[in-house]
């Protein structure tokens, strides 16, 4: 997946803009998009439906200056096309870890687990708090534990969203750089 890029809020402003003319009415429509591609993953059997979900919203939106002049129709339809993207390689990586994966490397997961330790202690408490509550439980659970952390943080879903995702880029790219220092 690409990590690199971040939804910025001018990129979401955007995405919005695109979707429909009125801000109610695009929000309407990011949620029914957001919500049908979730459920395309899980149907799939994707183990992380909403991480490919945001993969998905974020590669549609990076390439909105190329689409806005070109496409015409119904803008979900291009969702679900860069989602079957996604999805071909979502399962080529699936493929290539049983594949090329040799029996557990117990010293690297371990070096790994210390690694993310540190990088959620040098966050804040409140940002710490957020994506361990955030990425905790399954399904429906996951749900509703979300809705109750945006109303805790007096924030929209999808500002909680955004907010989870650059937390979990900025905790990535800590544990790659601890992993290299370390190993």
């Given at each position: 997946m690409n990590k690199s890029w971040v939804l910025s809020q001018e990129s979401f402003d955007?995405?919005?803009?695109?979707?429909?003319?009125?801000?109610e009415q695009a929000g309407q429509k990011y949620e029914e998009i957001r919500t049908r591609l979730i459920k395309i993953f899980t149907c799939r059997g994707c183990y992380e439906p909403e991480d490919l979900t945001d993969?998905?919203?974020?590669?549609?939106?990076?390439?909105?200056?190329?689409?806005?002049g070109h496409f015409r129709?119904?803008?979900a339809r291009y969702f679900y096309g860069v989602a079957n993207k996604v999805h071909l390689e979502y399962l080529r990586r699936k493929q290539l870890q049983h594949i090329d994966v040799p029996e557990t490397d117990s010293s690297r997961i371990e070096a790994e687990f210390k690694c993310l330790e540190l990088c959620l202690d040098r966050l804040s408490a409140e940002n710490r708090h957020l994506v361990l509550q955030y990425y905790?439980?399954?399904?429906?659970?996951?749900?509703d534990q979300r809705k109750a952390l945006a109303k805790e943080f007096g924030i929209k879903l999808n500002a909680l969203?955004?907010?989870?995702?650059?937390?979990r880029a900025t905790l990535l790219e800590c544990v790659q750089e601890c992993l290299e220092r370390n190993l």
């Open positions: 955007a995405l919005l803009d695109w979707l429909a003319p009125e801000r993969e998905t919203i974020n590669r549609v939106t990076n390439r909105l200056t190329e689409i806005r129709g119904d803008q905790q439980l399954e399904r429906k659970a996951r749900i969203r955004i907010r989870a995702h650059r937390i």
